[in-house]
T-cell receptor
């Protein structure tokens, strides 16, 4: 059972454009939603995260939009740059209730930003 | 840099063998998780250790086992290796409610 569905699988954007990656989750108990960026040969790096008490979080060029009723959240990358070319993963976890921080990941989106 | 290191970087084993992968995190990070990332897939949770005790396990068989040591370093052991165990194995250290991943160990099973 895939608890976090991510789309699209791949995305090509021109430099300066907006990249949008979407995720949907099934478990309504999830209360922590991070996005990770992964370059080839590297481990995932935390990019930005949101908790369901807010609908949007912005850090620099990266914005998470969160829709609790629709059980969806998305990553927007403004002014996309070739250096943003990487694989992006959304994830979700149950943060509350103890120290179990198991992350459930989407399958990833390969972003290519053309110069 | 996340402060999480893993060794070895790459490893080649044959089916049926056993393997031990190692992870070291910054002092005070008392929660470590291990994930398996197959090629082209997102990481999948294997298990988590908190203060040297297993504290949560994903859908992996018992031949996947782990240890966490008093210095918060950790090991992932896999017995009776199968071809499908070929993957990138990641450990993640918990700090200020955020998980930081190491670079991973690429395991190839032939």
């Amino acid at each position: 059972q895939q608890q976090v569905k991510q789309s699209p699988q791949s995305l090509i954007v021109q430099k300066g454009g907006i990249s949008i990656i979407n995720c949907a989750y099934e478990n309504t108990a999830f209360d922590y939603f991070p996005w990770y960026q992964q370059f080839p040969g590297k481990g995932p790096a935390l990019l930005i995260a949101i908790r369901p008490d807010v609908s949007e979080k912005k850090e620099g060029r990266f914005t998470i939009s969160f829709n609790k009723s629709a059980k969806q959240f998305s990553l927007h990358i403004m002014d996309s740059q070739p250096g943003d070319s990487a694989t992006y993963f959304c994830a979700a976890s149950l943060e509350s209730g103890g120290s179990n921080y198991k992350l459930t990941f989407g399958k990833g989106t390969l972003l290519t930003v053309n110069p | 840099e996340t402060g999480v290191t893993q060794s070895p970087t790459h490893l080649i084993k044959t089916r049926g063998q056993q393997v031990t992968l190692r992870c070291s995190s910054q002092s005070g990070h008392n929660t470590v998780s291990w994930y398996q990332q197959a090629l082209g897939q997102g990481p999948q949770f294997i298990f988590q250790y908190y203060r040297e005790e297993e504290n949560g396990r994903g859908n992996f068989p018992p031949r996947f086992s782990g240890l966490q040591f008093p210095n918060y370093s950790s090991e992932l052991n896999v017995n009776a290796l199968e071809l499908d165990d070929s993957a990138l194995y990641l450990c993640a250290s918990l700090s200020y409610n955020e998980q930081f991943f190491g670079p991973g160990t690429r395991l190839t099973v032939l």
